[in-house]
């Protein structure tokens, strides 16, 4: 198995999506691409397979169950159909579809587990770092900014210290370097290459892949306190689906020629993790990892509290599955990042949908009703071809190879623009033949000629377009008169006028009908003034309000006596220079004075906290902040709301004396 990548034949995944929140335009967008290139692949005649699925363990999917009252496998169990419903609504045609609490995935992931510790590649040692608990990952700490937030979603870490498994990524530096030296087409677009040949050079550190924090994982196989990391677990998705290790399973065709399209966020577990994981146990690396970029939403950044997420469902249920798809593949370069905006797929309908194609489709069908009775005679007309029609045929021929080898480097906007050039060049050739003037009994069958290049033109693009849009290829092909599922067609079958019978076209419905722009501004304001309603009615309701779950196990009242926690005073706040957070707070204990820091300055004013009468764990160990020492820490609670973080100091009311103990 160790054997050369593949190329006849394609293999693609898309990430296995976290089950804690609804489908949207994010998720949608990759599994759209995905679903576009394997189509292309299915039409060349590879041997093609396309997998997604859903990542359902870890800290997250726990979370988001205890706070609705579930088991987390009734939240997966509920969460993953409505995945699996949108991807019926999208059109995709995905040939697996994986969870990882199913046991063909849970029986891998533990054999990659036993097999890395048997070599070595894992071992066991104590860790110890800050935590980000919803991006579940360690934070380097020359990744830590001052404000001790997490890098990427910007949110408190945890100080965690654990026993745990490792992984020896460091051993496998040098590997993955010589590895992208040799192959620079392995991650792609190039600006994310550059971006992991830095990061492995600038020195990869061995990985935590265990956690004794966290039940709703996988258990350890013989040491079932510790449960798999959960990326680690979530990345073995891609390998256990197709059957690995069985011998003769479908994994031995389809992993030499493994591609993973992921988000430009998640690009250094699968450029860097994952291929160590696979060269540790012996196995070929990924063909390539492309990253893609993220969309913000009408110039802002996606997101739950500002209510502008793009529902996907609601997308198809307005526009249709292949206006969204064709929007959201023609519209930015593949690999950059890009803007959503719903006007922007209006006018992209009207003009590329209803203007290019369905105008060249309509114009061409009408024309062989209205002088042919609908009629076609056999293609042996090409043999009188005048230049036009060669020059129009020469182009189609082009068009087909040129898409291949735009869509062989994923661009499908690239291959979407070579389309609509040959697209625009069949109206142009509509406009300057102008079969209306030709002579309906001329000898030389200049109007035979002109329509069945049109028709053959057309028969092409509605094969090429397929990938893109599989139910407008569809309907078009009904429309031609071209009988068979287009899923018997493939690409390098293709030839133009190989199809020489006489055909009956039957012109159905416009393709794409055009959207009136003002009636279309008021249905949109009206959604958007519903929506904000219904946010703002949300945000003043309790239930917006969420904090962390995490249960801990029972202790003895012992262990709470060695607390010593007092009523103190605060008589002074000062701001610490080059730390944004926090507070050097002065307190009054009655029978001393002394100074904590704090990181709440986000949260108050030195205004509102001086004076009031706090509750202050005394006998915590010195520590140092930014050069400030900090005898203490105080105790207050702290939530989420649409805002962010929200927090209260525990007080104690009236006249109560500062240094009073608490029990
Ligand atoms: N479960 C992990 C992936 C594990 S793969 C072994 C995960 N899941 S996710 O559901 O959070 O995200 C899945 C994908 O959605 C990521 O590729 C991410 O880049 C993508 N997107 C999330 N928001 C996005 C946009 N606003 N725009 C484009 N894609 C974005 O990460």
Same mark, same amino acid.
């Given at each position: 198995m160790n054997g050369n990548d593949d190329n006849s034949g394609f293999y693609i995944t898309t990430p296995i999506y976290y089950v804690n929140d609804v489908p949207h335009i994010g998720h949608a967008y990759t599994t759209i691409a995905c679903d576009a290139l394997s189509r292309w692949h299915r039409m060349r005649g590879d041997g093609t397979r396309f997998l997604t699925g859903t990542d359902e363990h870890g800290q997250k999917i726990q979370q988001a169950a205890e706070k609705r009252g579930m088991k987390p496998i009734e939240l997966c169990d509920e969460v993953v159909?409505?995945?699996k419903k949108l991807w019926k609504a999208l059109g995709i045609s995905n040939d697996d579809f994986i969870r990882t609490t199913e046991e063909r995935h849970i029986k891998v992931t533990r054999y990659f587990f036993e097999k890395l510790m048997a070599s070595d590649d894992i071992y066991k040692g104590l860790y110890e770092g800050w935590y980000c608990v919803p991006c579940e990952t360690y934070v380097p700490d020359a990744q830590m900014g001052e404000d001790m937030l997490c890098?990427?979603?910007?949110?408190?870490?945890?100080?965690?210290?654990?026993?745990?498994y490792f992984f020896r990524l460091s051993k496998y530096q040098e590997a993955l370097i010589r590895r992208y030296e040799a192959r620079p087409d392995a991650i792609m677009p190039r600006v994310r290459y550059n971006e992991v040949m830095n990061f492995i050079r600038s020195g990869l550190q061995d990985l935590s892949v265990s956690r004794t924090t966290l039940k709703w994982g996988i258990p350890v196989p013989g040491d079932e306190r510790h449960t798999v990391y959960v990326w680690l677990d979530a990345l073995i998705n891609y390998i256990s689906a197709v059957g690995y290790p069985e011998p003769g399973g479908k994994w031995e065709s389809?992993?030499?020629? *493994?591609?993973? !399209? *992921?988000?430009?966020d998640i690009i250094r577990f699968h450029a860097v993790i994952w291929p160590a994981v696979l060269m540790a146990m012996g196995l070929n690396p990924p063909v390539r990892v492309f990253a893609h970029g993220w969309w913000t939403v009408e110039g802002d950044k996606m997101s739950k509290s500002k209510g502008n997420v793009v529902d996907p469902f609601e997308m198809v249920d307005i526009y249709g599955a292949d206006s969204f798809r064709y929007f959201l593949l023609r519209e930015v370069p593949f690999g950059n990042d890009g803007d959503f905006s719903e006007l922007g797929m209006v006018n992209r309908v009207n003009s590329d949908l209803a203007n290019d194609i369905g105008n060249l489709l309509n114009r061409t069908l009408q024309m062989i009703?209205?002088?042919?009775?609908?009629?076609?005679?056999?293609?042996?007309?090409?043999?009188r071809?005048?230049?036009?029609?060669?020059?129009?045929?020469?182009?189609?021929?082009?068009?087909?190879?040129? !898409?291949?080898?735009?869509?062989? $480097?994923? @661009?499908? #906007?690239?291959? +979407?623009?070579?389309?609509?050039?040959?697209?625009?060049?069949?109206? &142009?050739?509509?406009?300057?033949t102008q079969p209306w003037k030709l002579g309906r009994d001329d000898p030389d069958d200049r109007l035979d000629i002109v329509l069945r290049t049109l028709w053959e033109v057309l028969r092409l693009a509605s094969m090429l377009i397929f990938p893109f849009m599989p139910e407008t290829a569809a309907r078009m092909r009904s429309q031609l008169g071209l009988e068979e599922d287009i899923s018997v067609e493939r690409y390098p079958d293709w030839k133009w006028g190989a199809h020489l019978e006489p055909v009956s076209v039957k012109k159905g419905g416009v393709l794409f009908p055009r959207i009136d722009i003002p009636k279309w501004k008021a #249905?949109?304001?009206?959604?958007? &003034?519903?929506?904000?309603?219904?946010?703002?009615?949300?945000?003043?309701?309790?239930?917006?309000?969420?904090? $962390?779950t995490e249960r801990k196990p029972a202790i003895e009242i012992d262990d709470f006596k060695k607390l010593e926690i007092r009523v103190a005073r605060i008589e002074s706040a000062e701001k610490i220079e080059k730390a944004s957070k926090l507070y050097k707070l002065g307190l009054d204990l009655g029978f001393e004075r002394r100074f904590i820091v704090s990181?709440?300055?986000?949260?108050?004013?030195?205004?509102? +906290?001086?004076?009031?009468?706090?509750?202050?764990?005394?006998?915590? &160990?010195?520590? *140092?902040?930014?050069?400030?020492?900090?005898?203490? !820490?105080?105790?207050?609670?702290?939530?989420? $709301?649409?805002?962010?973080?929200?927090? @209260?100091?525990? *007080?104690?009311?009236? $006249?109560?004396p500062p240094g009073a103990p608490v029990h």
């Open positions: 159909m409505n995945f890098p990427d979603c910007k949110r408190p870490l945890a100080r965690m210290s654990e026993e745990s389809c992993w030499p020629c *493994v591609r993973h !399209m *992921v988000g430009k009703e209205k002088y042919r009775g609908g009629c076609l005679p056999p293609s042996a007309v090409f043999e071809s005048c230049d036009a029609d060669a020059a129009l045929r020469g182009l189609a021929e082009k068009t087909l190879a040129g !898409m291949d080898s735009q869509m062989s $480097d994923f @661009s499908m #906007d690239g291959a +979407l623009k070579t389309l609509w050039v040959l697209i625009g060049a069949g109206n &142009k050739y509509i406009d300057e #249905d949109y304001d009206a959604r958007m &003034k519903s929506r904000a309603e219904a946010l703002s009615a949300g945000s003043g309701n309790v239930s917006a309000v969420s904090f $962390d990181g709440i300055r986000e949260f108050f004013t030195p205004e509102q +906290l001086i004076g009031k009468k706090i509750l202050v764990l005394c006998n915590l &160990k010195p520590a *140092v902040f930014r050069g400030v020492e900090s005898n203490g !820490m105080l105790l207050a609670a702290e939530a989420r $709301d649409g805002s962010g973080e929200i927090l @209260s100091l525990a *007080v104690v009311d009236g $006249d109560f």
